[in-house]
Structures are given as C-alpha cells and as structure tokens.
C-alpha cells in the first residue's frame, strides 16, 4: 500500500535550519550532534536521539510511530533557533 507522503531517500542536504549544536552548546563534538537540515526536495532532517523504543506504550492516543519510522528527540533550543528559518504555512 503507497503511503500518502513517503521520504525520498535520493534528497540531499540544502541548508541548516537554526544553529549547529557547536553553536548552541549541546554537543561535545565527540558522539554525534543534534541538528535539523532542510532537504533539496523542501522536507526536513532531523538528527538526534532515537528514543521510539522508550516511548512506545506511553505515547498520547492519536500517535503512533510506524515499524518504518522512528521518534527522534532533539533539545528544546535547536526548533527554537530553526524558528527563523522556517516559513510560515
């Protein structure tokens, strides 16, 4: 079954939306950096913590997270930062 919206594994990265994680002191540059990056296509990546196993069963009733999909979290001052950079609807 072909899903309404589906990721196009071929996009590349266009620009950062908001500031790197150096910039915004929530790395320590050795395992990994939350980030958040506009794709060539207009979708958005976001890098940070797979935490889709800990939050499965206390998830609000209307979400769910696909075998395909993963819950990322990412600190609270990087969509803040992105804000900007982000159009509105």
Same mark, same amino acid.
Request: proline share 8%.
């Given at each position: 079954m072909? *899903?309404?919206w589906e990721a196009d594994p071929s996009a590349l990265f266009a620009r950062r939306l908001g500031k790197s994680a150096a910039e915004?002191?929530?790395t320590d540059g050795e395992d990994g950096c939350p980030d958040i990056w506009? *794709?060539?296509n207009g979708d958005v990546a976001v890098i940070g913590r797979d935490l889709a196993?800990?939050?499965q069963g206390r998830l609000p009733e209307d979400v769910t997270v696909g075998a395909h999909e993963r819950l990322v979290i990412i600190p609270g001052i990087m969509p803040s930062s992105a804000k900007a950079d982000i159009p509105d609807a």
């Open positions: 072909a *899903l309404p915004l002191g929530t506009q *794709l060539d196993a800990a939050y």
